[in-house]
């Protein structure tokens, strides 16, 4: 496609429930991030795929939170047993490699409320 | 661990002036530095890239320098217009893990 998809936009979940955020790269492109905005604060890194390679997994909160990367193109960010604190702007971005030149593109965001 | 910090957090001028962002950060194994804008509720916009091994790019009124070995980069913005406010955000790419890590950002106000 022409930029980072993010599906869907907004949800609203109650707490407790399970949710699943959705990020389609730029076709093409190999490295693939999931950052967290939460209200007021900055950008919180995630998690990061690249190719085949295992992924970098350090910034993830708690075992509630995984994400998956199926064929090295779309990625699913799961969010189990949603907690309030849990509630913020969460971002995909994709880019390629190398990654000296490689230019960082954000999709719109999927932003989540917990209630 | 890299921490960046950009400094002014807040900056408000009038439509037509020359402007200076801040950005520095601690750990210099970086591969780049990227500039972005957010804009409220909405994504981060892609401004400049600055590899490692280059001081300076530019992109019509925005031109960005890096001083890698000081841990400096600055973003200078030409001839401010009401268009240009937004968040301005820095992010140098580590060596080590590939991650970027962000500043909290410059919010830009230019009043018409």
């Known amino acids: 496609g022409a930029g980072v998809s993010q599906s869907p936009s907004n949800k609203v979940t109650e707490k407790g429930k399970d949710v699943e955020l959705r990020c389609d790269p730029i076709?093409?492109?190999?490295?693939l991030y999931w950052y967290r905005q939460s209200l007021g604060q900055g950008l919180e890194f995630l998690i990061y795929?690249?190719?085949?390679?295992?992924?970098?997994k350090s910034g993830l909160p708690s075992d509630r939170f995984s994400a998956e990367r199926t064929g090295g193109s779309v990625s699913t960010l799961t969010i189990q047993r949603t907690q309030q604190e849990d509630s913020a702007v969460y971002l995909c971005?994709?880019?390629?490699?190398?990654?000296?030149?490689?230019?960082?593109?954000f999709g719109e965001g999927s932003r989540l409320t917990v209630l | 661990k890299q921490e960046v910090t950009q400094i002014p957090a807040a900056l408000s001028v009038p439509e037509g002036e020359n402007l200076v962002l801040n950005c520095s950060f601690t750990?210099?194994?970086?591969?780049?530095l990227q500039w972005f804008r957010q804009d409220p509720g909405k994504g981060l916009t892609s401004l400049l890239l600055?590899?490692?091994?280059?001081r300076e790019q530019t992109s019509g009124r925005l031109n960005a320098s890096l001083d890698k070995s000081s841990g400096r980069s600055t973003l200078y913005i030409a001839a401010s217009q009401p268009g240009d406010s937004a968040t301005y955000l820095c992010a140098p790419r580590e060596t080590s893990g590939s991650r970027l890590t962000f500043g909290e950002g410059t919010q830009l106000t230019v009043n018409p």
């Open positions: 600055i590899q490692s091994s280059q």
């Open positions: 795929f690249q190719g085949n390679s295992a992924p970098d």
């Open positions: 971005a994709s880019s390629l490699v190398p990654l000296n030149t490689g230019e960082l593109f």
């Open positions: 750990d210099s194994a970086i591969y780049n």
């Open positions: 076709s093409g492109h190999t490295a």
